[in-house]
């Protein structure tokens, strides 16, 4: 009996090097927040073409804080898109704010002008634009949208690390970003998070506020050989990463480029493969720049004889683990009863989109095999 090999989603691109590199900084003895969580932050700053840069414990709790820092609370409205991981909406609810679920454009899967701009109120203090799966969202017109409104954007860049916008890497330039490492991205620390930003008294207040407030950091009070008083200037988080963490993700981060120029191969791979499939559609990089393809995706229409469902069915019966599409926030049981406009693209895109696999490792012969299974559902020959 032969068992079908399993072709996961993704799996994160790790060797010795990150494991060696984490060995090394459990036999420091310096486990917690230090300096290669420093090294870490300077170096993905220096990457992504941002000033300065605060790890985190994750995106979620770099949302959190860019919400904080910003100083919205009780009564301030927030535009997100509900076609996103949840995190982007409950960052809002954690600060006391109220989210506002915008609709996104169906070829990029992310908000624009047009959708953001009908939802703003006098109430309104920020916008959260995302990067679905790592396709860079249009920022410009929405900086400016904000700029000429008094209010912030904040970019949640969670998946789109080594994604390029407008030649630059994404989040080059932004007031505040934030991203994720955690193993459903390309760069992972096992979890972890970044807040990037292009205001340096933004970053010293972000430093601050992960590590409870304090006015010197644990790190620097250990090095001292005076004894340091630290007082507590606010109430502040327990938002830190480890050593640990930020070793590993040196490592990863020296292997993004590579990482990202074998996924856009295996990306055009699958464009081209599927290209001839009636009512079915592949995601391609927008006019304004390029994916790092964190996450492939495919929409079916009712030109192609299967389901959304059925097609995932039909993969998983032959070992090959897809995914729904992204999630829509406010079709969810934690979002009942909140209130929002039209959302059709979104709901349009989360029922009949699916995600392919792409990782790192992945061979053309495994990437055939998920072409195969999609070309025999649509009654076509391999490609
Ligand atoms: C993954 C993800 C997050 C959450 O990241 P964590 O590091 O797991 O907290 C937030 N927003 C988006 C768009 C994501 O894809």
Same mark, same amino acid.
């Given at each position: 009996?032969?068992?079908?090999?399993?072709?996961?989603?993704?799996?994160?691109?790790?060797?010795?090097?990150?494991?060696?590199? &984490?060995?090394?900084?459990?036999?420091?003895?310096?486990?917690?927040?230090?300096?290669?969580?420093?090294?870490?932050?300077?170096?993905?700053?220096?990457?992504?073409?941002?000033?300065?840069?605060?790890?985190?414990?994750?995106?979620?709790?770099?949302?959190?804080?860019?919400? *904080?820092?910003?100083?919205?609370?009780?009564?301030?409205?927030?535009?997100?898109?509900?076609?996103?991981?949840?995190?982007?909406?409950?960052?809002?609810?954690?600060?006391?704010?109220?989210?506002?679920?915008?609709?996104?454009?169906?070829?990029?899967?992310?908000?624009?002008?047009?959708?953001?701009?009908?939802?703003?109120?006098?109430?309104?203090?920020?916008?959260?634009?995302?990067?679905?799966?790592?396709?860079?969202?249009? %920022?410009?017109?929405?900086?400016?949208?904000?700029?000429?409104?008094?209010?912030?954007?904040?970019?949640?860049?969670?998946?789109?690390?080594?994604?390029?916008?407008?030649?630059?890497?994404?989040?080059?330039?932004?007031?505040?970003?934030?991203?994720?490492?955690?193993?459903?991205?390309?760069?992972?620390?096992?979890?972890?998070?970044?807040?990037?930003?292009?205001?340096?008294?933004?970053?010293?207040?972000?430093?601050?506020?992960?590590?409870?407030?304090?006015?010197?950091? &644990?790190?620097?009070?250990?090095?001292?050989?005076?004894?340091?008083?630290?007082?507590?200037?606010? %109430?502040?988080?327990?938002?830190?990463?480890?050593?640990?963490?930020?070793?590993?993700?040196?490592?990863?981060?020296?292997?993004?480029?590579?990482?990202?120029?074998?996924?856009?191969?295996?990306?055009?791979?699958?464009?081209?493969?599927?290209?001839?499939?009636?009512?079915?559609?592949?995601?391609?990089?927008?006019?304004?720049?390029?994916?790092?393809?964190?996450?492939?995706?495919?929409?079916?229409?009712?030109?192609?004889?299967?389901?959304?469902?059925?097609?995932?069915?039909?993969?998983?019966?032959?070992? %090959?683990?897809?995914?729904?599409?992204?999630? #829509?926030? *406010?079709?969810?049981?934690?979002?009942?009863?909140?209130?929002?406009?039209?959302?059709?693209?979104?709901?349009?895109?989360?029922?009949?989109?699916?995600?392919?696999?792409?990782? *790192?490792?992945?061979?053309?012969?495994?990437?055939?095999? %998920?072409?195969?299974?999609?070309?025999? &559902?649509?009654?076509?020959? #391999?490609?």
């Amino acid at each position: 009996m032969t068992t079908t090999p399993v072709i996961p989603v993704m799996k994160p691109w790790l060797d010795e090097a990150e494991a060696t590199a &984490a060995a090394e900084v459990v036999s420091s003895g310096w486990l917690a927040q230090g300096p290669r969580v420093a090294e870490f932050e300077s170096a993905f700053a220096a990457h992504v073409g941002a000033g300065h840069g605060v790890a985190v414990s994750s995106c979620t709790t770099a949302l959190h804080l860019a919400l *904080h820092l910003l100083g919205i609370g009780p009564g301030d409205e927030v535009v997100v898109p509900s076609f996103s991981f949840i995190a982007t909406a409950n960052c809002v609810v954690y600060v006391g704010g109220t989210p506002v679920f915008a609709d996104v454009e169906a070829d990029d899967g992310n908000l624009s002008v047009r959708t953001v701009e009908p939802l703003l109120t006098e109430r309104t203090r920020a916008i959260v634009v995302v990067d679905q799966g790592g396709m860079p969202a249009d %920022v410009e017109p929405l900086r400016a949208l904000c700029d000429s409104r008094g209010i912030a954007l904040v970019e949640d860049s969670a998946c789109a690390a080594g994604s390029r916008y407008r030649g630059a890497p994404v989040g080059a330039g932004a007031f505040l970003a934030a991203w994720s490492f955690h193993p459903r991205k390309l760069l992972t620390t096992g979890e972890g998070g970044m807040l990037t930003t292009s205001d340096e008294q933004v970053a010293e207040r972000a430093r601050r506020q992960r590590e409870h407030g304090m006015s010197v950091s &644990a790190a620097a009070r250990h090095q001292s050989r005076q004894p340091v008083l630290e007082s507590y200037l606010e %109430v502040g988080f327990n938002f830190r990463m480890t050593d640990i963490q930020a070793a590993v993700g040196l490592v990863q981060l020296a292997k993004l480029d590579e990482m990202v120029r074998r996924r856009r191969v295996l990306a055009t791979g699958y464009q081209a493969m599927l290209a001839d499939v009636p009512g079915l559609r592949t995601v391609q990089d927008p006019a304004w720049g390029e994916s790092n393809f964190q996450s492939f995706w495919v929409e079916l229409d009712s030109g192609f004889p299967l389901s959304r469902n059925e097609m995932l069915k039909a993969l998983a019966a032959e070992g %090959v683990s897809a995914r729904a599409g992204i999630m #829509a926030a *406010h079709r969810q049981p934690a979002y009942a009863g909140h209130q929002h406009g039209d959302l059709s693209t979104t709901e349009r895109l989360t029922d009949h989109t699916l995600i392919l696999p792409v990782f *790192h490792t992945m061979t053309e012969a495994e990437q055939e095999v %998920v072409v195969d299974v999609i070309r025999r &559902a649509a009654g076509l020959k #391999a490609a």
